[in-house]
């Protein structure tokens, strides 16, 4: 019994550990470095989410993927693809390190940007998306919308600092004058492409 009290104990220390942190970031407006820099932090189950966006990229398309994490997306991509690929921190001698939290990037113009499991962490997703586009003609990209995951603390939990409804994205399509469609969910996760 007493380790069952211990062990709940230690478990709720950790969750508001993780929100504290999460609204500390969100304050200073500052991408949690510790946490991506550490390998336990990234999971093979999320190469499946990974592989249901590669589904929507054409064949002989030239690809950058922000948050590359374990660098699966390549393997994944149909024939002829060109990869490219950055993260907030540096997973092999091509990831070019970049903070989308800080920086807003010049990039090569390529067919598709890739974003699995990133745009929760990031604080102006429209500002992102917007330069962004000017580089490319589609996003692809997952993102747990409040309409499913609305509860704040759950949400900072998880460390994400971004609270964006299906139409708050959706609107980020129409004001890019861009055309938005789901192309799928994954644990509830809502999947999108943006195309001009």
């Not at 990229?57 to 030239?62: D, F, G, L, T, Y």
């Not at 921190?89 to 091509?94: F, G, I, L, Q």
């Not at 589609?138 to 139409?167: M, Q």
């Amino acid at each position: 019994m007493i380790k069952k009290i211990t062990n709940k104990l230690l478990s709720l220390k950790a969750k508001y550990s993780r929100v504290f942190s999460t609204t500390f970031n969100k304050s200073f407006k500052q991408s949690d470095y510790n946490r991506w820099s550490k390998e336990k932090s990234l999971f093979s189950s999320w190469d499946e989410r990974t592989q249901l966006l590669a589904n929507q990229i054409s064949p002989n398309s030239s690809v950058f993927e922000f948050g590359a994490a374990r660098l699966v997306l390549e393997d994944m991509l149909p024939e002829g693809c060109q990869y490219l690929h950055s993260d907030i921190v540096k997973r092999n001698e091509d990831t070019l390190v970049i903070d989308l939290n800080k920086e807003l990037p010049n990039l090569p113009q390529v067919d598709y940007i890739v974003f699995s499991g990133v745009l929760e962490y990031i604080f102006e997703v429209k500002d992102l998306l917007a330069h962004l586009s000017q580089f490319t003609n589609h996003f692809v990209f997952s993102y747990a919308v409040t309409n499913t995951f609305p509860d704040k603390g759950n949400r900072r939990f998880n460390g994400w600092v971004s609270d964006l409804s299906e139409v708050d994205i959706c609107t980020i399509a129409e004001d890019l004058q861009w055309e938005s469609s789901i192309v799928g969910t994954w644990k509830k996760q809502t999947l999108f492409q943006f195309s001009k």
